[in-house]
Every structure is written in C-alpha cells, then in structure tokens.
C-alpha cells in the first residue's frame, strides 16, 4: 500500500478537504514567500484531484484578491487586520 493509499484510508474526506482548501490557493504566493520548491507538491494533489488549485468562484476570487492586499500591506509594514477579518467571513473560517 502506498503512502496516498494510507492517507486516503485514514483521511476519508481527503478529496473534499483538498478541494475545499484549495479554492482558496494563491500559486502566485509561492513565488512571493521563496516556496517554488511547493509547486511540484502542488501539481501532484493537481493530479490526484483532476483539476486545478485555485479560485473557482466570485467569492473565491474575491478571497485571491484580499490575500495578495494582505500580502502587499504586510511588505509596507502596515496592518492588514481588517482584510484578514474580511478573508476570514469569505472562508467562514479563521483559520
């Protein structure tokens, strides 16, 4: 049994948890944060999910949109708490 197969056996909802999660994925931040090493891990769940990380959605692009803000305030040492409040509601998550 190989490592995938473990996972899915213990992780039931595997696909829909990386689905979910990944309506919200910025490849762009990858890039922004060092993590191009990542981008190989992501075109594999890619290819275990047979499509694309990423937005999908208005909201989900929406939640792109105030990540990238959020990015660009953190750069210019500025607080960028009420676009992380308003990233949370999107999500309906905080974390």
Do not use: C, W
């Not at 922004?32 to 989900?60: A, H, Q, R, S």
């Amino acid at each position: 049994m190989g490592k995938l197969e473990i996972v899915k056996a213990l992780y039931t909802s595997l696909r829909p948890s990386l689905i979910r999660a990944g309506k919200y994925f910025r490849k762009e931040s990858l890039k922004e944060f060092g993590l191009k090493d990542i981008e190989e891990d992501v075109e594999i769940i890619e290819n275990y999910l047979g499509e694309k990380l990423g937005p999908k959605t208005k909201i989900d692009y929406e939640h792109v949109e105030l990540v990238a803000k959020i990015i660009h305030l953190l750069k210019k040492g500025k607080s960028p708490k009420k676009e992380i409040e308003q990233a949370a509601k999107l999500r309906r998550s905080i974390g």
